[in-house]
């Protein structure tokens, strides 16, 4: 699988150009031709204008005239992804200018090349090049048989009518939020003319990049007020211009190829779009969106404004058509699809090329306002399918009087218990339906009976690994962890019920006796780390609310128990096995905090990873799968006997995420990872990270089972748990901040019913001790339209999968491959869709999607560069990279889309209105790029694990002061961010409360950069922003740009 910018909305991003007509006469037909041949067919670039200063031609009647263009030149949409390079730069002309790979002469601005629009065969064109200036790739040619088309901006289509050519529909009123779009008919639809490319700005100082985002837009194609139907098409453009269009659209094609007007009946010229009249040619239902990317002849404009690209700024955008049509369907935030609509056969299933399944967050928290209704059937038992166990839901219907029930998922008729029996009102429905949660609610919780429970339901369970070594005590991780989790102990979940331990290690094992009969606890010391055995194991676990003046002392004394510990060694494989020997009778949750690369006994692993050699080859994978298999078989023995493990790495050297990572991963459990932890900085996150993952709600020794329809089977589960059988999935802990996902295929050639049923239901034991079934129900239509399975299409879901297959591949195959095999399928798909519009419409240089993937090659690109995909060795660290891939693995939806495209907000102006109140604050979210840092401004950063806060250098001295006091001038790196005596400051730190409060699964660490202070701005920020061309990764349009050409040519 496979993964720069705009300036401030007030600013105009564009120079401008004045505008020229080539043409004074009639319309003319045009074959553009390059000096080494003709340029023909299907991407030939849309005509433009030349340039100002070119000659011109005034024939007298119309003529076919072929212009020959240098060799050099870019032509067509598929010219090469080469442009100007445009360093990513602030609002800020004063940036010094830092090497750059192009840079243009220092007489002059880089401009367009005059050049003559037509050429006779005998004339030489022009040379194209001059010294200092870029040495264009040769020209792309294009298929033949096309028309050239004019751009059409990023907007949906109007309805095609029999008057009309074109896309197919939206109405023609309707416009997306968050879209650039024309303005209406009484306007000019076209901006004001451009003139040539600005300078080149410089980039950031030390780093360099090639945002080309300030290229000039095209020309503007103009044409006479003649056009008076709505959204339709006329005769060509007579050579007299007019500065504005009398229809509401701004798509009007140009003239046809090789004839003049004079050979088309008035039919024809109606319908010249699609070369036969509409009549003959069925219209397409689906919605599809565009960008324009042809360029212009003659001129370095690629003809895409970064303005247009799409961008999601209003987060994570859901379905709603698909909640509509089934309104008893579980909420998206528990089950969601890749797309809603499921196709109706195997070769429908092999066009579709995105991932095909599913992504299930089983404990989400509730929509606000609302609870899952918990149903006890009691004496009757739960309503189930006999044949496939199927739980009662909505969509199951009941006949016969009453008496009976058809399963949903496998059509099987069952007796309906007589408890449970209930008559039928004259619409089939039974008269208790509005009694009945589990027949009107999408998800629902069943209370379990003494079948469904193999043993008595265990008790929550917290058992403390710490790391007690030198580096751990000098950190100050002790000091923080034994507060934390004393200040926890009244919100452990299950009181009375709870049971605690502890175990520290060094170079040996330490165990605590915390029977409440004793007033302090009693330690006892295991050496031998050949053959662990536990002491007095019966009261090493012990109840909380027995022994919770025990427990109190231990944590009070721990931090000066081992102050003066100069031990450097780490037991952390015979800790981790004399742990699972104290838990295994129970299960629970194993918290390790790990400070020390394991060194001793069982697990011991050593430094790898600095090897620069192994990177690009074969064996580059190794590196980030476990060393040694003791691991892995440690996580198999804790699954099997319910325990979770969660492991808090705070080390500053190499760690090998990759080897402790696998405990989290296959228990469902999760890796906190804190580089270099120094108490004094990373305090709060540890602090709030480790209070949420002891008091949040968990669903203990669970297990996990998605149902589905006759001919559709999940085949494939993604995600940190452990597999039991084909298709149960075992987690011996789960919360709502964890998600897991599965792909899905067909196991008939073809599906007969009309509507597929999912049912995920998890089965697990609530802290206060019942056994419970959380069961969500989804329906989902079976199509046989591609084109219906792209408009149901869920970009959250499908980027959710494209993660986790990604960060899979990275353990067995290159980085490189991982990248490159989500831009494969991103382009397979939408080339696919680009296929479903070629035979009816002329899409010329047009990129096409639909309007429901219209972010995927954003998050694509993003999911590209985040940190366990992108780049080599140098771009992240080893462990940093492991870590990061566990994260994602377990990600909800929501999260993970910020987590790839994060929120970037402007604050300034808001924290200088005297009147303003945090419950005030709306502020838009802003383009991930450096040029929509303003160096006047502050700016906060949020990809939901941290945030930056940028401070421009000509932010007013007022504000910095502010916030930070006498610190404002000192180095950021050493500045703590807290409430000042101001107003300011409260307001700030108001703001970054509220954005926490939003997502608390992470605690946000406030990270202070001041523009220009390197490498720390590169570090924290300008590496981050996606949209820009950093480090050696496409910028946002050269993306787009590289998908388009791969789309194009097989298309």
Known sequence: MKTTGTENADRANFPQRPAASPFTAASQSTTPFLSSGPVVGSEAFAFRPAPPNAPQTTPSAPQTTRPYLSSGLMVGSEASGFRPTQPVRYNDPSIPRPPSSFVPPPTGTLQHHPTPQFFSTAQAPPPRTSPGQPVFPPPIRAPAGHVPSPPVYLHSQPQISSGQMGSPPQSINYVPSGRSVPPSSSDSLFSAPRS???????????????????????????????????????????????????????????????????????????????????????????????????????????????????????????????AEMYPLNCNSRYLRLTTSAIPNSQSLTSRWHLPLGAVVCPLAEAPEGEEVPIVNFATTGIIRCRRCR???????????????????????????????????????????????????KGTVEFIAPAEYMVRPPMPPLYFFVIDVSISAVRSGMLEVVAQTIKSCLDRLPGFPRTQIGFITFDSSIHFYNMKSSLTQPQMMVVTDLDDIFVPLPDDLLVN??????????????????????????????????????????????????????????VGRLRLRGDDLRVYGTDKEHTLRIPED????????????????????ALSDKYTDIASLGTLAKYTGGQIYYYPSFQSSIHKEKLRHELARDLTRETAWESVLRIRCGKGVRFTTYHGNFMLRSTDLIALPAVDCDKAYAMQMSLEETLLTTQTVYFQVALLYTSSSGERRIRVHTAAAPVVSELGEMYRQADTGAIISLFCRLAIEKTLSYKLEEARSSIQQRIVKAFREYRNLYAVQHRLGGRMIYPESLKFLPLYGLALCKSIPLRGGYADAQLDERCAAGHTMMALPVKNLLKLLYPNLVRVDEYLGKASSKPDELNISRLPVTAESLDSRGLYIYDDGLRFVIWFGKMLPPDIAMNLLGEDFATDFSRVILSERDSEMSRKLMEILKKFREIDPSYYQMNHLVRQGEQPREGFFLLTNLIEDQVGGMNGYIDWIQQIHRQVQQNA
């Open 196 to 322: 040539t490319l600005q300078p080149l700005q410089s980039a950031f100082p030390g780093y360099s990049s090639k945002s080309p985002n300030a290229v000039t837009q095209p020309p503007p194609v103009q044409s006479a007020p003649v056009f008076t139907h709505q959204g339709g098409y006329g005769p060509p453009p007579p050579a007299t211009s007019t500065p504005f269009l009398a229809h509401q659209r701004g798509y009007v094609p140009p003239p046809p190829v090789a004839a003049p007007p004079a050979f088309y009946s008035r039919e024809q010229m109606q319908h010249q779009g699609s070369g036969l009249p509409m009549g003959a040619v069925q219209g397409l239902t689906e919605d599809f969106s565009s960008l324009s990317l042809a360029s212009v002849p003659g001129s370095l404009d690629p003809g895409l404004d970064s303005k247009v690209l799409p961008r999601p700024l209003d987060g994570d955008v859901e379905p709603k058509s698909f």
């Open 390 to 440: 199927t739980y009662v839901n909505p969509y199951m219907t009941f006949t016969d009087g009453g008496r009976k029930f058809r399963c949903n998922i496998c059509a099987l008729l069952n007796d309906v218990p007589g408890d449970y029996f209930a008559q039928l009102d004259a619409n089939g429905r039974r008269i208790d339906l509005n009694e009945r949660p589990e027949l009107t």
């Open 544 to 601: 909380l609310s027995e022994s919770r003046s025990v427990v109190d002392v231990f944590l009070d004394s721990l931090p000066s128990m081992f102050q003066d510990n100069v031990n450097m060694e780490s037991a952390f494989g015979p800790a981790i096995k004399a742990a699972f020997m104290v838990m295994n009778q129970l299960g629970g949750k194993m918290l390790i905090f790990q400070n020390t690369l394991p060194s001793l006994g």
């Open 629 to 648: 298999p003791f691991y892995k078989q440690m996580a198999a023995d804790c699954t099997k006997y319910q325990i979770a493990v969660n492991v808090y």
